[in-house]
């Protein structure tokens, strides 16, 4: 355990330690300048702003669990021509018109003018149910926030697409007192997605209408920020590129090889750990068929589990036909023997027989 503790405290000196090199970084932040500058069409004055520029990170193993880091930037990192949505709850005993002018009173107050438009909970659940509406949703706005108290169902609503273009909204707690600071530090700020299912990630960090130096402050800001925020042992990034969407990746920094081995050391630290754990398991079934094996040899007796006895039912007295039973029964005393009892019916005919006999007079 003590190993690990020294292991793990040593990684965390090396990714404080770790660092860009600014001139670097300045280089090849200006070669990335004159790239867009070239690739402007003759037509415009100007360049365009849109350009995203982003950092690109390569580790040197896929994380076992996936992680989103919020990078928060010196600079910001978007235009004043982006339109952000939000999303709100649906205020009690209030329509939804009423409840959207609720909320851009409550902007304005607070001092937020970064957002364009409020939808409230039920009118995205009604009107942006079909697919055509959350397609044309998703293209009509550059980023989307929440409150941060129906940010769990909107999931089912938004669709696919939006979790597809990694474009979800972000969460923003509409209940704070300091309302605008916040909100414009997840505007302006970054976030990086790490999967488990790659080695890379890219997040957004500026674009191209700001100077090189304010790029480079946010580039060492992202790096400081994702380098100390990664769930992982040891030294884990390996390249940072640094590029726009149409341009080619431009290095910024490359890890030491030293960094492999002490990755390697920590993979053969777990693999042991594991053997460890497995031996120790063969070990106690092994002790446990010794037992056993000892106890038939020696002839004791092993225990066994006897069912409870139920209470024994009295058996069925078998009932016997009623023939038989006439058959069995003793004749009386006065009866002679051999002779039947007469029916009623019998004895009722034979009165009736009786009674209607009559004497004929001889004829002579």
Not at 45 to 63: A, E, M, V
Not at 98 to 126: C, D, H, M, S, W
Not at 324 to 334: D, V
């Amino acid at each position: 355990m003590r190993v690990e503790f020294t292991r793990e405290a040593d990684s965390m000196a090396e990714t404080a330690e770790v660092g860009l090199d600014r001139t670097q970084v300045k280089k090849a932040v200006q070669a990335l300048q004159a790239f867009l500058k070239t690739k402007s069409t003759g037509d415009s004055l100007f360049l365009d702003d849109t350009q995203q520029i982003s950092l690109l990170f390569t580790l040197w193993k896929i994380p076992p669990k996936a992680q989103t880091i919020r990078i928060p930037l010196p600079h910001g990192q978007r235009s004043d021509t982006e339109e952000v949505c939000l999303f709100t709850r649906d205020e009690p005993n209030m329509t939804s018109d009423q409840t959207i002018r609720f909320y851009k009173k409550l902007l304005a107050e607070k001092g937020v003018k970064n957002i364009t438009e409020v939808i409230p909970y039920k009118v995205l659940r009604t009107e942006y149910k079909p697919h055509e509406a959350k397609r044309r949703l998703l293209s009509n706005f550059d980023m989307f926030l929440s409150d941060d108290r129906v940010r769990r169902l909107l999931p089912s609503h938004l669709g696919k697409h939006f979790y597809l273009r990694k474009r979800e909204p972000l969460c923003v707690n509409m209940l704070s007192k300091n309302l605008a600071r916040d909100i414009s530090r997840v505007i302006q700020g970054s976030y990086l997605k790490v999967t488990n299912k790659g080695s890379c990630c890219m997040a957004r960090i500026a674009h191209a209408g700001m100077t090189a130096d304010e790029v480079t402050e946010n580039v060492e800001a992202a790096f400081q920020t994702v380098s100390t925020k990664l769930r992982t042992k040891g030294p884990v990034i390996k390249l940072v590129h640094i590029k726009t969407q149409m341009s080619v990746a431009l290095p910024l920094y490359t890890s030491n090889l030293n960094h492999l081995t002490a990755l390697d050391e920590d993979q053969k630290v777990t693999e042991t750990a594991k053997q460890e754990a497995a031996a120790k398991k063969l070990a106690k079934k092994t002790k446990k068929t010794e037992d056993v094996k000892k106890s038939e040899g020696t002839g004791e007796e092993i225990p066994q589990l006897v069912p409870m006895g139920t209470p024994s039912k009295k058996p069925k007295l078998e009932k016997t036909p009623k023939k038989k039973q006439l058959e069995k029964a003793p004749t009386t005393a006065g009866g002679k023997k051999g002779r039947k009892p007469q029916n009623k019916m019998n004895k009722k005919g034979g009165k009736g027989e009786s009674k209607g006999k009559r004497r004929v007079p001889k004829l002579k």
